[in-house]
Nanobody, 118 residues
């Protein structure tokens, strides 16, 4: 029923930028919280940024000032603008949907690779 599809990943040099997009279908997008997670090799998955249905956002300390999460409810899409990328940002990035605030995320995308390397 609910599908979550990420796009926009790839290979960039340190200091470069990427914008990830996530399109959600089969749900009432505007009512849900959204999040971007990432998992680097041999590391735990971590929350990178989240945005509530009301537009409030939060970020991991490691990306504050560099990444921006936003949403366009008319397009059922959430974005992650990533600037000043560092090699340690290299990971598989996942988009996730949360139906109930403060609870677990319910639906996940398959993930998209972001590689930062010179």
């Amino acid at each position: 029923q609910v599908q979550v599809v990420e796009s926009g990943g790839g290979l960039v040099q340190p200091g470069g930028s990427l914008r990830l997009s996530c399109v959600v279908s089969g749900s009432i997008f505007s009512l849900y919280d959204m999040g971007w997670f990432r998992q680097a090799p041999e590391k735990q998955r971590e929350l990178v940024a989240g945005i509530t249905s009301g537009g409030m956002s939060n970020y991991a300390d490691s990306v504050k000032g560099r990444f921006t999460i936003s949403r366009d409810n008319a397009k059922n899409t959430v974005y992650l603008q990533m600037n000043s990328l560092k090699p340690e940002d290299t990971a598989v990035y996942y988009c996730a949907v949360r139906r109930i605030p403060l609870q677990s995320y319910n639906y996940w995308g398959q993930g998209i690779q972001v590689t930062v390397s010179s």
